[in-house]
């Protein structure tokens, strides 16, 4: 059964939520897959468009987030009634509401009273509580793409608006694997390859079935262990934001040499094992940087 949802007409959700609820009843949603997307063409910094960049963020990013959440408690009147007029998505809007410094959309805080997929997605994890958190209990799975990946754009560049979006898509999915996970709900980004469609043209090594195929089969093969991760098709996790800070644990440990008095005692393989020597006399200031760089470096044996 195939439902239409202009993406752009956030105020629709609500319509989309009910007819999906009439049809799953009282076993909820066990998965939500936000797979609609937009791109423009290879764009360079000087030909960058701000409508481009609030069309692929309001489709991308924004469109993902609120149709998971609870309340839509932020509504852009500008979003109703526009149409996309050029494949570069440009965006006519019907009430003029505009910040007319950049043309752009002006947000308003209109309260909301739609509901999102969040409640039948509860509702299944509820129901299944017996299961490991996964595809099988409830998920929310967001189509990503590797050019969102910030650690991977080292020669390329462009994509300004797919890129940002997407990147700030793969944010919005670790938030979600957080604040998702007490009630049972996993959340991932999937990276569907190059396939061939009309956004990936011809040229494509895969087609739409054989991506589709291999994505089902990944997210019945992942747990909590990749909850909020980035995974390509074939289940290959790949780095968007933390190997780019493994790059900087030189200077994060040179911080803490300098505030604390830090030594590596022992190396396992390419890792050390931190050792923090502190001075009786450090000065209330330096056990705050104590106390941050300490939590940086955690991080960055993970």
Not at 259 to 273: A, H, N, P, S, V
Request: with cysteine.
């Amino acid at each position: 059964m195939f439902m239409f949802l202009d993406l752009k007409d956030i105020e629709s959700y609500g319509t989309l939520v009910e007819n999906v609820e009439s049809i799953v009843q009282g076993d909820g949603l066990n998965v939500l897959f936000n797979n609609a997307g937009i791109s423009t063409k290879f764009t360079r910094v000087n030909m960058v468009k701000a409508e481009q960049i609030t069309e692929n963020f309001l489709i991308n990013t924004v469109a993902p987030l609120m149709l998971t959440k609870v309340e839509l408690e932020e509504v852009n009147p500008h979003l109703r009634g526009g149409r996309v007029e050029s494949h570069l998505g440009k965006t006519t809007p019907s009430s003029p509401d505009r910040d007319s410094s950049l043309d752009l959309p002006v947000f308003s805080s209109r309260a909301s009273t739609q509901q999102a997929f969040l409640p039948l997605l509860k509702k299944a994890a509820s129901q299944n509580s017996s299961l490991p958190l996964g595809v099988s209990r409830a998920a929310v799975v967001n189509m990503s793409s590797i050019l969102g990946s910030i650690t991977l754009n080292r020669k390329e560049g462009g994509f300004y608006p797919y890129r940002a979006s997407k990147s700030a898509l793969n944010a919005v999915t670790r938030s979600l694997s957080i604040d998702l996970k007490p009630d049972g709900i996993m959340a991932l980004s999937v990276h569907p390859g190059w396939v061939k469609t009309d956004m990936g043209g011809a040229s494509a090594p895969l087609s739409v079935q054989e991506s589709a195929t291999a994505i089902v089969q990944t997210l019945h093969s992942l747990g909590e262990k990749q909850n909020g991760a980035f995974i390509q098709f074939d289940g290959k996790e790949l780095p968007w934001f933390k190997e780019l800070y493994r790059f900087q644990e030189e200077s994060v440990e040179w911080l803490a040499d300098y505030f604390i008095g830090y030594k590596t005692e022992t190396r396992d393989g390419d890792r050390t094992t931190p050792t923090y020597l502190t001075d009786d006399n450090n000065q209330s200031g330096h056990v705050c940087y104590e106390s941050y760089t300490k939590q940086l470096l955690v991080f960055l044996q993970h």
